[in-house]
T-cell receptor, first 117, second 112 residues
Framework: EAGVVQSPRYKIIEKKQPVAFWCNPISGHNTLYWYLQNLGQGPELLIRYENEEAVDDSQLPKDRFSAERLKGVDSTLKIQPAELGDSAVYLC???????????????FGPGTRLTVL | QKEVEQNSGPLSVPEGAIASLNCTYSDRVSQSFFWYRQYSGKSPELIMSIYSNGDKEDGRFTAQLNKASQYVSLLIRDSQPSDSATYLCAVKRKTSYDKVIFGPGTSLSVIP
């Protein structure tokens, strides 16, 4: 079974430039997450999708960040314009639905390391 | 108070010893608890989940949950150098969002 795929793995941009990250979850996983992880900290949720619906985007800085999950499969996270403080690792994860309709284990992709100069 | 707290470490133990990692959480209605391992430069991977009070054992790993004290721990028996990593505690809150909150992680170093 293929894991969560993310691209690019590394990205270096200058501040004020746009950047986009792509994620393809594990086949059959309804739930998809985007996290931000700074060095020495745990992942922080940016947005969670159930199929095509964004069910929790309360931590997404909507003035500069946007995300979409068309057709309920792969997803794109965009930052426009990027700021110096956006330098971090952006992780995508997915979960299968449990029999109770919830989710438990999250499977993480390798992440995209963003450096904003 | 942060929602999920862990000692940042680093925690150093000799090879073969028991490593004890601790996590406290603030939301009493939390339902599900997870331990993820993250090697340097890699992404987190789930090693244990626990949903009810008591102990849950899986090989060298034991998760312990005490909901009254809002405390969850991970014990690693016969620690190996390959266990050296950051261990993230994650807590799922029962809200309309079913949100999972990660702690900052504890860095473990197993000394040969």
């Amino acid at each position: 079974e293929a894991g969560v795929v993310q691209s690019p793995r590394y990205k270096i941009i200058e501040k004020k430039q746009p950047v986009a990250f792509w994620c393809n979850p594990i086949s059959g996983h309804n739930t998809l997450y985007w996290y931000l992880q700074n060095l020495g900290q745990g992942p922080e949720l940016l947005i969670r999708y159930e199929n095509e619906e964004a069910v929790d985007d309360s931590q997404l800085p909507k003035d500069r960040f946007s995300a979409e999950r068309l057709k309920g499969v792969d997803s794109t996270l965009k930052i426009q314009p990027a700021e110096l403080g956006d330098s971090a690792v952006y992780l995508c994860a997915s979960s299968p639905r449990t029999s109770g309709g919830s989710y438990n284990e999250q499977f993480f992709g390798p992440g995209t390391r963003l450096t904003v100069l | 108070q942060k929602e999920v707290e862990q000692n940042s470490g680093p925690l150093s133990v000799p090879e073969g010893a028991i490593a004890s990692l601790n996590c406290t959480y603030s939301d009493r209605v939390s339902q599900s608890f997870f331990w993820y391992r993250q090697y340097s430069g890699k992404s987190p991977e789930l090693i244990m989940s626990i949903y009810s009070n008591g102990d849950k054992e899986d090989g060298r790993f034991t998760a312990q949950l005490n909901k009254a004290s809002q405390y969850v721990s991970l014990l690693i028996r016969d620690s190996q150098p390959s266990d050296s990593a950051t261990y993230l505690c994650a807590v799922k809150r029962k809200t309309s969002y079913d949100k999972v909150i990660f702690g900052p992680g504890t860095s473990l170093s197993v000394i040969p």
